[in-house]
C-alpha cells in the first residue's frame, strides 16, 4: 500500500513541485496551503507522516505539530524551514517534531529523511524502529529484552510503553529523543560513533556537515539534566557519544 503524506506549505511552487516529486516517489500526497487545512486534513484521514512547513499564515506548522501532539498523535512530522539557526530548530523539537530539512533543500534529502521516519514507525517495508531492533542491549544497560525495560546510570525506560525516567522524575520525549535515549542506554558505557547513531536512529548518515545529530543530543541533555546530579551524555570529540554516570 502507498504511504500517505500530509504536505503542508503556503509557498505554491514549492508545494506543486514537492507534490509533483513525492508523487513520482510513490507516495499518496494531499497538499494543503496552511496550517487550518493541514489540522482539518489530520483529523479527516490520519496520514503516514506529515511534511509541514513552518512559516505559515494563520496556523503555522509549529502550531500544527504542538496541536496533535496535544492530542496524543503520534504520527511523524517532518519539518520544512528557512530558519538555520539552533534555537529555531530546537523549537521545532520542542513542539514535537521528529526531523527537519532547510530550505533550499535537495528532494532526495526529503526522501531519505521520510523513508527513515516510516521504517522507524514500521510504516515502510516492513522494518521496525532501528534504535530498537539494531543494537543488542549491552551488559552494563542491564536490559531485560523479555519485559522491555532498561536501565542505566539512573535511568529507566519502558520500551513498550515508551516512558522514560531519571530517578522518580518523568521524561517527556519526542519520538527521535526517545529513539536516541534507547539506543544510547542499552549501549550505555560504549563510544557510538556519528556514523552509527545516523544510521540507528535516522536510517541515512547526513554527512560530517550536518547538525541535525548534535541538535537532538543538545535538546536531549537539556531534559536529562539535573541540578547538581553528574551529566550522563558524553561528547567524545571527533568520535561520537557515550551514556555514563561519572
Same mark, same amino acid.
Given at each position: ?51 509541514? /512547513? ?5 496556523? =503555522?506548522?509549529?502550531? +500544527?505539530?504542538?496541536? #496533535? *501532539? %496535544?492530542?496524543?498523535? &503520534? !504520527? ?22 521528529? /526531523? ?5 533543500? =535537495?528532494?532526495?534529502? +526529503?526522501?531519505?529523511? #521520510? *523513508? %527513515?521516519?516510516?521504517? &522507524? !514507525? ?43 525516567? &531519571? ?80
Amino acid at each position: 500500500m502507498p504511504q500517505n503524506v500530509l504536505l503542508a506549505e503556503d509557498d505554491r511552487a514549492i508545494r506543486h513541485a514537492l507534490e509533483r516529486a513525492l508523487t513520482l516517489e510513490g507516495y499518496e500526497v494531499t497538499a494543503v496551503a496552511d496550517g487550518v487545512e493541514a489540522l482539518a486534513q489530520a483529523h479527516r484521514n490520519r496520514p503516514d507522516v506529515l511534511v509541514l /512547513d513552518v512559516m505559515m499564515p494563520g496556523i =503555522d506548522g509549529l502550531q +500544527v505539530c504542538r496541536v #496533535l *501532539r %496535544a492530542e496524543g498523535d &503520534r !504520527t511523524p512530522i517532518l519539518m520544512l524551514t528557512a530558519l538555520v539557526e539552533t534555537a529555531d530548530r530546537i523549537a521545532g523539537l520542542d513542539a514535537g517534531a521528529d /526531523d527537519y530539512v532547510v530550505k533550499p533543500f =535537495d528532494v532526495e534529502e +526529503v526522501f531519505a529523511r #521520510l *523513508r %527513515a521516519l516510516l521504517r &522507524r !514507525t514500521g510504516g515502510a517495508d516492513g522494518f521496525a524502529a532501528p534504535a530498537r531492533s539494531a543494537a543488542a542491549p549491552s551488559s552494563s544497560a542491564g536490559a531485560a529484552p523479555d519485559t522491555g525495560l532498561l536501565t542505566a546510570a539512573g535511568l529507566r525506560m519502558d520500551v513498550q510503553a515508551r516512558r522514560a525516567w &531519571r530517578g522518580a522524575r518523568e521524561l517527556e520525549l519526542t519520538r527521535t529523543e526517545f529513539d536516541l535515549l534507547e539506543l544510547l542506554v542499552r549501549n550505555a558505557g560504549i563510544v557510538l560513533d556519528h556514523a552509527t547513531i545516523y544510521d540507528r536512529i535516522w536510517g541515512y548518515d547526513f554527512g560530517p556537515g550536518s547538525k541535525n545529530l548534535a541538535v537532538y543530543v543538545g535538546y536531549l541533555r537539556r531534559k536529562l539534566d539535573e541540578p547538581g546530579a553528574p551529566a550522563l551524555i558524553h561528547t567524545v570529540r571527533g568520535v561520537g557519544y557515550a551514556l555514563r554516570e561519572d
